[in-house]
């Protein structure tokens, strides 16, 4: 359920079509939340169904007609009772550990090689938070929103921080490894 109420929270602050939701998640969101454009479409159609959001088809001249939803007030209700419970969540799953675990049959350059590519794109995407953590910091604002965003962002890079720092320290095992 938690796609549906992190969708109804973005409808709360905005209006929007599947295509401009998806949009917004990618832009605002991926620190905690990925998803498939398709996975969206059939989370508003069971939220219409549970008359948590309505919408209004706009008619486009040279483009598919567009389906614009609104949060209800069913809706409304629906996320302020699931910020309030508790939240069970399970650990995340991560392949590319999976394939070091099990990867004995890898030689250290191979296994070197998957840790290199993993560190370039932790520091791809720790660049990506830390541009959204300055364009939401330049609001220069106390209110809930931006505490609350640049907290979540902070939690974020703290653990790419960590995971770069065992990257590279693993990196230096390995290389050792190899030139033993």
Do not use: C
Request: charged share 30%.
């Amino acid at each position: 359920m938690s796609l549906q109420h992190i969708l109804l929270g973005f409808l709360r602050e905005e209006s929007g079509s599947g295509y401009d939701l998806n949009k917004r998640l990618d832009a605002q969101a991926k620190h905690f939340w990925t998803t498939e454009q398709s996975q969206i479409y059939r989370a508003l159609y069971r939220m219409q169904a549970a008359d948590w959001v309505e919408f209004q088809t706009v008619i486009q001249a040279n483009s598919p007609n567009k389906k614009v939803y609104n949060l209800t007030e069913k809706g409304n209700a629906e996320l302020e009772r699931w910020l309030r419970e508790p939240t069970e969540e399970t650990l995340p799953s991560h392949i590319w550990l999976a394939k070091l675990y099990i990867g004995q049959n890898l030689d250290y350059a191979d296994v070197a090689q998957i840790i290199k590519e993993r560190r370039a794109t932790m520091g791809e995407y720790r660049l990506w938070v830390l541009l959204r953590r300055r364009l939401i910091d330049q609001k220069n604002s106390d209110d809930t929103e931006t505490v609350l965003r640049l907290l979540t962002l902070d939690h974020t890079l703290r653990l790419i921080d960590t995971e770069i720092s065992w990257f590279d320290s693993t990196i230096e095992k390995l290389q050792a490894l190899l030139e033993a």
